[in-house]
């Protein structure tokens, strides 16, 4: 059986590793490239020979689940069990080190999903499992990070990291109210309404970068109670996100722009950047009676051949299909 190294970041950093690639400064959590020669910093772990995951530093929406991730893959011994709220239990492959001084990650079966435990409280909703887009022209779930169902309550850190890792979030963050729109649904979902009857599914799917027309999105449907919906839907105060800031990622803002109508209320936005990353995100949300779907495309170099924009509302209709047949 053919055995790769995961680099464990890869399938949900792909958005951050466009700044490097355009020219932009990583911020804490953010994989980087090291230069031949030059040396590592003192908080970074090694996860592969070209990656590296700066940790301990920053602040704002995010940071939380990037310093859970480096914990994670700097512990040298195996992850916690997989919790009872999965369907079924496996051991968790053990880290395996290099010969290569502070070289460390998981070695994996080809295909194996990342070992970081579900950390939800009941056993995963295969009704909701099957909302989730599989395949979007070339793009597939991906096999590091594939579908899954977090049901709340939850630890908020280790349930924003196992869904961070399929979801990904903007560098940027405002006011806290700003986070709906930064961080995505489902941070809102864990930090206000962390409570029994509310499901988070997500997932991510990634045609290769080093294919013709790369493509990587996440996709999240939650569903709960008709006051957290209407919350994660609703778009007023977005005006108040105009003056973003990251931690070495610049400043930004949250611009609406038209998509054709979806659901029951549906809604678009860039995250604007600065210096070389003029856009961090494009989001679509689409609320219905009965769940608040989003979908986003990170940043991500090269650029898919279609624009972001243009593939975004073909994504959320085609992710607005899935879901309503499956949950309707």
């Known amino acids: 059986m053919k055995?790769?190294?995961?680099a464990v970041v890869v399938s949900a950093a792909l958005c951050l590793l466009a700044v490097a690639a355009c020219g932009g400064k990583p911020r804490a959590g953010m994989p980087v490239t090291p230069t031949p020669g030059s040396p590592v910093p003192a908080d970074a772990v090694i996860v592969d020979k070209d990656q590296?995951?700066?940790c301990g530093e920053g602040e704002g929406e995010g940071?939380?689940?990037?310093?859970?991730?480096c914990d994670a893959i700097a512990a040298r011994t195996s992850p916690e069990p997989v919790s009872a709220g999965q369907d079924e239990e496996r051991p968790d492959p053990a880290p395996t080190e290099s010969e290569e001084p502070g070289l460390m990650g998981w070695a994996l079966e080809e295909g194996e999903p990342i070992p970081v435990p579900n950390p939800g409280t009941g056993g995963a909703n295969p009704r909701l499992l099957s909302a989730l887009l599989t395949d979007f022209g070339p793009a597939r779930e991906s096999d590091a990070a594939p579908g899954a169902v977090v049901g709340l309550p939850a630890p908020v850190d280790a349930a924003s990291l196992f869904i961070g890792l399929r979801v990904m979030s903007s560098p940027l963050h405002g006011p806290s109210l700003c986070g709906k729109w930064t961080a995505g649904t489902y941070m809102t979902a864990l930090r206000d309404f962390d409570q029994r009857g509310v499901w988070i599914a997500a997932t991510q799917l990634i045609h290769?970068?080093?294919t013709r027309d790369p493509l990587v999105f996440g996709e999240s449907v939650i569903t709960g109670p008709a006051e957290m919906l209407d919350h994660l839907a609703d778009t007023s105060?977005?005006?108040?996100?105009?003056?973003?800031?990251g931690d070495r990622a610049g400043t930004g803002a949250v611009e609406?722009?038209?998509?054709?109508?979806?659901?029951?209320?549906?809604?678009?936005?860039?995250?604007t950047g600065s210096r070389k990353v003029p856009v961090w995100q494009w989001v679509e949300v689409v609320r219905t009676p009965r769940y608040v779907l989003e979908v986003?495309?990170?940043?991500?170099?090269?650029?898919?051949?279609?624009?972001?924009?243009?593939?975004?509302?073909?994504?959320?209709?085609?992710a607005y299909a899935r879901a309503e047949a499956a949950l309707t």
């Open 256 to 271: 609406p722009f038209a998509v054709p109508p979806l659901g029951t209320k549906s809604f678009a936005f860039r995250i």
């Open 3 to 6: 055995l790769t190294r995961c």
């Open 52 to 54: 590296v995951l700066t």
């Open 296 to 318: 986003r495309i990170p940043n991500h170099w090269p650029r898919p051949r279609t624009d972001p924009a243009v593939l975004l509302p073909r994504i959320a209709a085609a």
């Open 208 to 210: 290769p970068p080093d």
């Open 63 to 69: 940071q939380g689940s990037a310093q859970a991730l």
């Open 237 to 245: 105060g977005a005006e108040s996100c105009r003056k973003l800031k």
